[in-house]
């Protein structure tokens, strides 16, 4: 897509941005490596937000079901390295507590 001809004289590959773009694609060794790391990372929170929209069940124990198994996906996704899927682990954690909290309220 980036080395094609109707690319290269496109006027968005002439300009500022465009340029950089190209160099951070290209150029840049540890670009797909990194759109990889986060796909690793979203794919199973995808999945997540894909049953709760798509399925009748509406129970949170039924969310924390699939919640941990999205944790579960993404230390396996990630080899296991704590050090990777650390912090991913414990903003799903945060983030659930908070949600919980929220549905805790009585409605008025």
């Known amino acids: 897509m980036f080395t094609c001809t109707k690319q290269v004289k496109s006027s968005h ?3 500022k ?3 950089e773009i190209v160099a951070i694609i290209l ?11 986060i796909i690793k990372v979203s794919e199973p929170l995808m999945r997540v937000l894909w049953l709760i929209d798509n399925e009748e069940k509406s129970a949170m124990s039924y969310l924390y079901k699939v919640m941990d ?3 579960e996906a993404i230390k396996t996704k990630l080899k296991n390295k704590v ?3 650390r912090l991913y682990i414990w903003v799903i ?16």
């Not at 150029?27 to 990889?36: A, G, N, P, V």
């Not at 954690?93 to 008025?108: G, H, N, Q, V």
């Open 69 to 71: 198994k999205a944790k």
């Open 13 to 15: 590959d002439k300009s």
């Open 83 to 85: 050090s990777q899927y």
């Open 27 to 37: 150029q840049d060794k540890d670009f797909w490596s990194r759109c990889e790391h």
């Open 93 to 108: 954690d945060a983030r659930s507590i908070k949600c919980s909290k929220l549905f805790s309220y009585p409605i008025i």
């Open 17 to 19: 941005v465009g340029k």
